[in-house]
C-alpha cells in the first residue's frame, strides 16, 4: 500500500481550493481532475467535470478522485483543477477555455520566492504545500510552495491565455520556480 493510504482527505481544504481556484469558472466549462504516477511515467487517472453555477456540486468527486490517489502501491501526485477547457476528454492548450490562476511552483528558495513574488502581486490568493523539502543555506528545511493568485476574470482567448502562459514563464524565471509549470493546462 503507498504510504499515503492512512491520510484522509481534508474535505474542507479541498473546497477552499476549488472555491479559490475556480471562483470565476465559466458555466458550461469543463475541470480536468488528473493524477499521475510521481515518476510521472503515465497518467494515473484523468476526469472532465461540467461546471455549473453549483461549483461546490463537484466536491463529492474531486474527494474521491483525491482518496483514490492513497488507495495504490505506487505514488500518485492528485493535480487539482487551474483551468477550464472545452470538453471533458482533452486537457491541451488548443481546448483551453479559461485560463483562472497565476501559479508559480517555488521548489528552491520557497520562503523567499514567496516574500518577492508577494511583494510585487500581492498576497497569494491561495498557497499549497506540495509536499516537498527544501534545505536552506542555514540548514532550515522548508516546505516546498505552489503558490496560485486567482485573476479577476478568467483568460478567455487565446491571446489571454498566451499572455498568462508568459506571465507565469516570467515569475518563475523571478524566483528560480519550477519552468516545467508554465503552461496554463
Known amino acids: 500500500m503507498n504510504a499515503c493510504a492512512s491520510l484522509p482527505i481534508d474535505a474542507e481544504q479541498l473546497a477552499r481550493f476549488l472555491d479559490a481556484t475556480c471562483r470565476h469558472a465559466e458555466p458550461g466549462t469543463y475541470l480536468s481532475a488528473r493524477a499521475f504516477y510521481d515518476d510521472k511515467s503515465q497518467v494515473f487517472f484523468a476526469y472532465g467535470h461540467k461546471i455549473t453555477d453549483d461549483l461546490p456540486a463537484l466536491l463529492p468527486a474531486l474527494e474521491d478522485h483525491a482518496a483514490r490517489c492513497t488507495r495504490v502501491a505506487r505514488p500518485v501526485v ?11 476528454d482533452k486537457a491541451t492548450e488548443s481546448d483551453l477555455r479559461n485560463g ?7 521548489d528552491k528558495a520557497p520562503a523567499a520566492a514567496r516574500a518577492k513574488l508577494e511583494g510585487l502581486l500581492g498576497p497569494a490568493t491561495i498557497l499549497v504545500a506540495s509536499g516537498g523539502e527544501w534545505v536552506n543555506a542555514d540548514g532550515e528545511i522548508e516546505d ?24 507565469r514563464s516570467l515569475a518563475a524565471v523571478l524566483v528560480g520556480g519550477d519552468a516545467s509549470n508554465t503552461p496554463i493546462v
Open 144 to 167: 516546498k510552495l505552489h503558490l496560485h493568485w486567482r485573476l479577476d476574470e478568467p483568460t478567455r482567448e487565446p491571446r489571454e491565455h498566451q499572455a498568462l502562459k508568459r506571465a
Open 100 to 106: 483562472l490562476v497565476l501559479s508559480v511552483e517555488c
Open 78 to 88: 492528485f493535480c487539482p483543477p487551474l483551468a477550464t477547457f472545452a470538453g471533458p
